[in-house]
């Protein structure tokens, strides 16, 4: 069973930036997708951003420009550098690996992590 730990969340001010790491107990294939997903309070979880087996990415209009996706060395470790936090980036954030993704939609055999909270203040 593949486990998905997150870390890395926690309280900053807006404009500050914060690094989230995504790290597996189980060996994910190279070629699977790897992504970031958020549900902020009252509102249904959204993608965020999402990489692929050739690192290629895609970000949701909300972050674009803002916040980095990227995969360790091992491939199997996820990385979301977000900087110019803004308050309406608070949610819980999940990372997730799937065999496909298509945007920011990941399927096949997905696995999700338990969640690392962050919250922004203005």
């Known amino acids: 069973q593949v486990q998905l730990l997150e870390s890395g969340g926690g309280s900053v001010q807006s404009g500050g930036s914060l690094k989230l790491t995504c790290r597996r107990s189980?060996?994910?294939?190279?070629?699977?997708?790897l992504g970031w997903f958020r549900q902020g309070p009252g509102k249904e979880r959204e993608g965020v951003a999402v990489i692929d087996a050739y690192s290629g990415t895609t970000y949701s209009d909300s972050v674009k420009g803002r916040f980095t996706i990227s995969r360790g060395d091992d491939k199997g470790t996820l990385y979301l550098q977000m900087t110019n936090v803004k308050p309406e980036d608070t949610a819980m954030y999940f990372c997730?690996?799937?065999?496909?993704?298509?945007?920011?939609?990941?399927?096949?055999?997905?696995?999700w992590g338990q969640g690392t909270q962050v919250t922004v203040s203005s």
């Open positions: 997730a690996a799937g065999r496909w993704c298509r945007g920011l939609v990941i399927y096949g055999d997905e696995y």
């Open positions: 189980e060996y994910i294939y190279s070629d699977w997708c």
